[in-house]
């Protein structure tokens, strides 16, 4: 069902996917791990998992927008469930709210800069979402796992 969806300049399911995978496999390849995609009803996934946090880029294709999920990894693997895993145990955060818990104002700016290009939905909007959360992901990489333990306390 989804596959069908097209925005007005030619843009589909397909392209977002690739762009979504080649931008988190070279964020992936710069740190020596792998990006993976998996799709599941209503959304794609790609992530990759580094040794201390892993991301997530979830292409939902019924609300049509990039969310974008951090969290550390158990056993050198992403955690099961969504934002709790199977323990009940908090396991994903929004890459935005992870980011506010930084004391340095400018990778809280990076969290309004994705809640900005957010607003929009649609499959166009999509295309921005994941060249801008690409962007951000690399500038705040070295950070993130320290703001994601800061989460997790």
Not at 32 to 42: H, S, Y
Not at 53 to 82: K, T
């Amino acid at each position: 069902m989804f596959q069908a969806l097209i925005s007005d300049n030619g843009t589909d399911v397909a392209e977002i996917e690739r762009r979504a995978e080649e931008a988190l496999g070279l964020i992936a390849d710069e740190n020596g791990a792998v990006a993976t995609l998996q799709r599941e009803a209503g959304r794609t996934v790609v992530a990759t998992v580094l040794p201390s946090v892993f991301v997530e880029l979830e292409l939902d294709w019924q609300e049509q927008a990039v969310f974008v999920l951090v969290g550390e990894p158990f056993d050198g693997q992403r955690p099961a469930g969504y934002y709790v895993d199977p323990q009940g145990r908090k396991a994903r955060w929004h890459l935005s709210a992870a980011l506010d818990r930084s004391s340095d104002p400018a990778i809280r700016g990076m969290a309004e800069r994705l809640r900005e290009v957010t607003q929009r939905s649609g499959i166009d909007a999509m295309v921005t979402q994941v060249d801008t959360s690409a962007e951000v992901i690399r500038e705040v990489l070295p950070h993130l796992p320290a703001l994601v333990r800061q989460h997790r306390a």
